[in-house]
């Protein structure tokens, strides 16, 4: 059986941890991504932010590890927060219609504040430059 090819780095302030993934998250990785969210949990950590930029691949597996820690993280109070995900995590999320919030704030943007951070805003409707037009027009037979 293949190791999971998937390394994280975890940095901790106070309540606020920043983990960067690296390498694949599929469903064999996919329980290392829960448990190192998990320790994050149980060592008091409220805030995780999840930097995605050295992530090379994310299936099915890795979306629903993502969505059963996100669940987690809320239920205790707490805020995860995706960072610069690659193409292929924001179109599996895209696909998926799952409404996961992503991305949060760029990392370079990550201010050193331990305060409280407000939850992200909901994103607003599209704007549409054309109104949109019935598909047949006059007499379809």
């Known amino acids: 059986m293949p190791v999971p090819q998937l390394t994280n780095c975890r940095h901790d302030r106070?309540?606020?941890?920043?983990?960067t993934l690296a390498g694949e998250i599929g469903l064999e990785s996919a329980p290392l991504l829960r448990a190192a969210l998990a320790?994050?949990?149980s060592d008091g950590i409220r805030i995780v932010d999840v930097d995605?930029?050295?992530v090379t691949f994310c299936d099915g597996g890795g979306l629903n590890a993502f969505l059963y820690t996100e669940q987690r993280t809320?239920?205790?109070g707490?805020?995860?927060r995706l960072h610069d995900p690659p193409t292929s995590v924001e179109r599996i999320i895209e696909l998926t219609a799952?409404?996961?919030p992503l991305p949060g704030l760029p990392l370079?943007?990550?201010t050193p504040s331990l305060g409280d951070v407000p939850a992200p805003a909901a994103p607003g409707l599209p704007h549409r430059s054309v109104p949109p037009a019935p598909v047949l027009s006059g007499d379809a037979r």
Do not use: D, S, V, Y
């Open 14 to 19: 106070r309540k606020r941890a920043l983990i």
């Open 39 to 41: 320790r994050c949990l």
């Open 52 to 54: 995605l930029t050295p």
């Open 74 to 76: 809320t239920e205790a």
């Open 78 to 80: 707490g805020i995860q």
């Open 98 to 100: 799952c409404g996961f």
């Open 108 to 110: 370079r943007h990550l």
